[in-house]
C-alpha cells in the first residue's frame, strides 16, 4: 500500500518554527514531485511548495516564500518542510503529496496523498 505520513505539527507562538516531515511506505520517493498543500476551515487547499526529485528545484507559494524552506532525504525516503517566522494565517492542516513525471504545484497531479498533519499559530 503506497503511503504518505505526516507528522511535527503542532500549537506554537507566532515568530516560532516548526519543522514538518513526510514519510513514505510502500514506495520510493526519489522519482517523485513531492508538494506541500494546506488547507485552513473554510477556505480552499492551496499548494505551499514542491520539490523536484533530485531536491535540485523547488518554487514557493509567494505568502511563504524566506520563510518556508522544502528539502528532500531520498535515502531516508522522507521530505521535509521547515516553518519560519510563523504567523497565525499560517494555521491549516498541511498535507504531502507525491506527483510522478510532472513538476507542479496543480492538486490534481497529485495521486498520493498523506493524512494531514494540523499546525496551529496563536499566542
Known amino acids: 500500500q503506497l503511503q504518505l505520513v505526516e507528522s511535527g505539527g503542532g500549537l506554537v507562538q507566532p515568530g516560532e518554527s516548526l519543522r514538518l516531515s513526510c514519510a513514505a511506505s510502500?514506495?520510493?520517493?526519489?522519482?517523485?514531485?513531492i508538494g506541500w498543500f494546506r488547507q485552513a476551515p473554510g477556505k480552499e487547499r492551496e499548494g505551499v511548495s514542491y520539490?523536484?526529485?533530485?531536491?535540485?528545484?523547488?518554487r514557493y507559494t509567494d505568502s511563504v516564500k524566506g520563510r518556508f524552506a522544502i528539502s528532500r532525504d531520498n535515502a531516508k525516503n522522507t521530505v521535509y518542510l521547515q516553518l519560519n517566522s510563523l504567523k497565525p494565517e499560517d494555521t491549516a492542516v498541511y498535507y504531502c503529496?507525491?506527483?510522478?513525471?510532472?513538476?507542479?504545484?496543480?492538486?490534481?497531479?497529485?495521486?498520493?496523498w498523506g493524512q494531514g498533519t494540523q499546525v496551529t499559530v496563536s499566542l
Open positions: 510502500g514506495f520510493t520517493l526519489d522519482s517523485y514531485t
Open positions: 503529496a507525491a506527483a510522478r513525471n510532472v513538476f507542479t504545484i496543480r492538486l490534481g497531479d497529485y495521486t498520493i
Open positions: 520539490i523536484s526529485p533530485s531536491g535540485r528545484t523547488t
